[in-house]
């Protein structure tokens, strides 16, 4: 009871001296109705321009199924047991079309193995659609809509390297089937890597709600143009927590330009060498400030890096004035300089800066003499090819330009049991050098008791025994 008196002295000098007492930003706060031109303020006019062009894309492919009690007949009768027929798988994706005449581009990964293709416009139209071209390597496909007698709406491309984070962006899509959605959020990070499901690791970041469904969806800046195609998102519970990756618009615009010449397959530039990261530890040995920037670790012989007079343990840290982060940077940036031409590279040689012209061509390709091996042998139902510096570039193979290769191994074959993967290099075969998948083929149907075998695999070989 004694305190009452000095509480109460207290807040009296409290009233005294007015508000002093409340903090200085609480008087600065305004609380008003919001007038009625600010209640107007939209996304819409961006969607009405965008949303048009942006598609469902639904992809269906037969499927062979068998269950082993089928053929059992007993079984069959009594237990209702379906057979082993044809069953019908469908996929749900997004696409968006880039151009009036009908191409549309969507995810390799909506679309792999379909043997049916359709798209649904915004206005509720469905075409029929045929695959032009699937670039794995970037997880992009180009359709093209059948009916084109009409001109079809389409978004332009923007550039994707102008987007800086915190610019806002808007996701559009078809998530879980419900139809075509809008999200909104703003550019996370640009140049994300090490993240994704594709060869070229370089994504745009966005807290733009995605989910599945999205993917080969647009992403748009707020002039309506397209920045990315949706990809993917990181989740622990199915749905967007607010991690999406889409794939920038300027390697998009790269396969979309092979897809309009007629090509079924995407040139791009060939460096020819093999990069690695920087480590704190190369940094430190290099004289480096921080680890940044693609280390040169060897030199093809008569590349376009050997003709610019690149060389092994060079460090590469921009290109074209752009800064290289990682070997991953460089290969985005390397992957979307148009053809023809040089790209200035710059690297760090000795602690000095050089300044080098890099031809931009592609990688020689020889006849590939594509085979699946059927003869009785470890490589049956093995898919091989002759190997080139194209396809050991398109296969992301390492310090290996010739031999053969493994580009698919059949579910359920002798191969496949024996654990042939996609880009195994058969090197030899009982003591003989493979050097074309004739001779490999030739080699498979010679009885054997004994196969010895030796694989490179990842830059690793290995030795294999198995018996006739």
Not at 230 to 254: C, E, H, Y
Not at 339 to 363: C, D, H, M, W
Not at 430 to 440: C, D, K, V
């Amino acid at each position: 009871m004694r305190l009452m008196p000095r509480l109460t002295a207290v807040f009296a000098a409290i009233a005294l001296t007015g508000v002093a007492a409340v903090p200085a930003t609480a008087q600065l706060v305004e609380r008003r109705v919001p007038t009625q031109n600010e209640l107007r303020l939209s996304f819409a006019p961006v969607v009405k321009k965008a949303a048009p062009a942006v598609v469902n894309v639904y992809a269906a492919k037969v499927v062979q199924t068998r269950n082993p009690l089928f053929d059992d007949p007993i079984f069959r009768h009594f237990f209702n047991i379906p057979g082993g027929g044809p069953q019908v798988q469908r996929s749900l994706g997004s696409g968006v079309i880039v151009d009036p005449s009908g191409l549309v581009v969507t995810n390799v990964h909506v679309i792999e193995g379909a043997d049916e293709v359709k798209v649904a416009l915004a206005d509720k139209r469905e075409f029929e659609a045929e695959i032009v071209l699937k670039d794995k390597r970037s997880d992009l496909a180009v359709l093209r809509i059948k009916d084109g007698s009409k001109p079809f709406p389409y978004l332009q491309f923007a550039n994707s390297d102008a987007l800086e984070v915190g610019d806002v962006v808007l996701a559009i899509g078809n998530p879980f089937g419900v139809g075509q959605t809008v999200t909104h959020g703003i550019v996370s990070a640009v140049a994300r890597t090490d993240v994704g499901s594709s060869n070229y690791q370089f994504f745009i970041q966005t807290d733009a709600a995605i989910n599945p469904g999205n993917s080969g969806g647009a992403l748009v800046d707020l002039s309506g143009k397209l920045v990315g195609i949706n990809n993917m998102i990181l989740t622990r519970s199915g749905g967007s927590q607010g991690i999406g990756f889409a794939i920038p618009s300027n390697m998009v615009r790269v396969v979309v330009a092979s897809a309009r010449a007629g090509g079924h397959a995407v040139k791009r530039p060939w460096l020819g060498a093999k990069l690695q990261a920087v480590t704190s530890d190369i940094a430190d040995s290099l004289g480096l400030k921080r680890p940044i920037g693609a280390l040169i670790a060897n030199v093809y012989s008569k590349g376009p890096a050997e003709q610019a007079g690149l060389k092994a343990g060079d460090v590469i840290v921009s290109i074209d004035g752009q800064e290289v982060d990682d070997p991953n940077a460089f290969d985005y940036r390397f992957a979307t300089k148009p053809l023809g031409g040089t790209a200035k590279v710059t690297l760090l040689r000795g602690g000095r800066e050089v300044v080098a012209s890099v031809p931009l061509r592609t990688a020689p390709e020889t006849p590939r003499d594509e085979i699946t091996i059927r003869a009785r042998s470890p490589f049956s139902g093995a898919k091989v090819a002759n190997l080139s510096p194209a396809l050991a570039d398109e296969l992301q193979l390492n310090n290996a330009n010739q031999g053969v290769v493994v580009l698919d191994v059949a579910d359920g074959s002798y191969a496949s049991n024996l654990g042939f993967r996609r880009g195994d290099i058969i090197v030899s075969v009982n003591g003989s050098a493979i050097e074309s998948t004739r001779e490999l083929a030739r080699i498979a149907e010679t009885p054997n008791r004994t196969w010895r075998l030796v694989i490179n695999r990842g830059g690793q070989r290995i030795t294999a025994v198995f018996g006739g």
